[in-house]
């Protein structure tokens, strides 16, 4: 790709979150919930307590917007799918409205501002590798270890189940997560629950994924 062509699509993502802004700047509450409900184009935008409804050309607009970044960031050759561009456009919809739209909210046009620079990092975010672990029953422990492509399939004995169990409590302590006690605790009863299972092996996902961290993450 020439520089020239870099920068017409800079100026394409940065024009289709802009039109996003402003979008959500001149949106009105008002009516949400008339008539046109469900009955023209509808999108629902839910996190946590926090749910907004959007209908007719206000539902529209939204799909229009959402196209445009997903078109712009498939130009740059992103590893982004559709739904991943779909779901960082929703929080940051979410987080915009969060104390209502402008009518309710005075400093609305400045957290804008906050928001499309979260976006844009979001966006382009560097990838992170996965590692995924999964039961399957049926294989002959005879046969492994066993590689295909990016899959890798292991006899889970005790002594391997028991490496998986240190493995993944270090990575969670190494995370600096407040919550990392409880999430060790938890993660270190799910994986003692498999003591005893025979026959069980491990593989990891296609695609990013290439080794496994914990048989509670799937992609």
Partial sequence: MNASGGQNLAVDLNEAIRSLAQFILHLSFDDQLGSGVFKDSTVLISRGDHTIILAGDDADRYGEILSSIYQAISERERPLSK?????????????????????????????????????KAALFEKP????????????????????????????????????????????????????????????????????????????????????????????
């Fill in 83 to 119: 739904r991943a561009v779909s779901n960082l456009v929703a929080d940051f919809f979410i987080r915009a409205l969060k104390s209502g739209d402008h009518l309710h909210n005075p400093d609305l046009a400045e957290q804008l501002d906050e928001e499309e620079r979260k976006l």
């Fill in 128 to 219: 992170k590798i996965w590692e995924v672990q999964l039961l399957v029953e049926g294989l002959a422990p005879s046969g492994l270890p066993l590689t295909v492509g990016q899959v890798s399939f292991g006899h889970l004995d005790k002594a391997s189940l028991s490496n998986l169990k240190k493995r993944v409590v270090e990575l969670i302590n190494n995370s600096g997560a407040l919550n990392r006690e409880a999430v060790v605790a938890d993660l270190s009863t799910r994986l003692d629950v498999l003591q005893g299972f025979t026959g069980k092996n491990r593989c990891g996902s296609v695609g990013q994924c290439r080794r496994q961290r914990s048989r509670d993450i799937v992609s």
